[in-house]
């Protein structure tokens, strides 16, 4: 995996060509998802990224090509009580999908790796023991049968700055931003580095990482896509 400083983020894709293949590859994998229903392939869509790098967009140009019925959106905020009392990866046991199902995590089990190794919510030893951990986990995950996506949503400082602003200044957006996220914006290098470890060791064939470049929201929702059916059309 390259570090996310050499990743280039001048990707674009214009508003026609857009909604051309958004449309296109909504309908290719609402067929898919026909498909792994019949056969029973459980699905499970992996969402992190910067504050701001438009997750929610993505999510929701994915969920559009999907029936209710055989998917959930699964957002995760931190562990309640009675989930700090079991191992950091029982609640996301609890919220796999059943057999030809989706589910769609809107952040995962890598704030083990990222804001709780930051945050110091555990010992180093336990995040560094995290790594082995959840490669064995997707891997039972991928033996069992699913397919595992895993998206890494990258916008630059200065972008993500901008739609701080903008959720700031407009009415409608304000409820999209907290003083948490200006204080784990001031911890972006700490983070940066968080991720590139991350990616470096826990990215496998059996469920690799996508970087997204969401520099242009619209451009990422493509690709991500695109990246999905494809895993989608392997495993079948």
Not at 27 to 40: A, F, W
Request: aromatic residues 12%; charged residues 35%.
């Amino acid at each position: 995996m390259p570090k996310l400083k050499d990743v280039s983020l001048d990707k674009t894709i214009t508003d026609e060509k857009y909604k051309k293949q958004l449309k296109k590859l909504q309908e290719e994998l609402s067929e898919l998802h026909n498909k792994i229903y019949r056969k029973r392939v459980p699905v499970v869509v992996c969402y992190e990224g910067w504050d701001a790098a438009g997750k929610g967009g993505n999510i929701r140009r994915v969920a559009a090509a999907l029936d209710p019925r055989g998917y959930e959106v699964v957002p995760i905020a931190g562990p309640t009580a009675p989930e700090l009392a079991h191992h950091y990866l029982w609640r996301f046991w609890t919220r796999l999908p059943k057999d030809g199902h989706i589910a769609i995590f809107d952040r995962t089990w890598y704030g083990r790796v990222m804001v709780e190794r930051i945050e110091g919510f555990c010992s180093t030893e336990d995040w560094q023991r995290a790594y082995r951990e959840i490669n064995e986990f997707e891997r039972e995950l991928y033996d069992w049968g699913a397919v595992v996506v895993k998206f890494w949503l990258h916008i630059d400082q200065d972008e993500q700055l901008r739609r701080f602003n903008d959720r700031q200044n407009t009415p409608s957006k304000q409820w999209k931003i907290t003083e948490e996220d200006w204080r784990n914006r001031e911890k972006w290098d700490q983070y940066e580095e968080a991720v590139d470890d991350m990616l470096r060791y826990t990215s496998t064939d059996f469920a690799p990482w996508h970087i997204i470049e969401s520099q242009n929201k619209k451009y990422g929702r493509i690709k991500a896509l695109k990246i999905l059916i494809e895993a989608i059309k392997d495993r079948l």
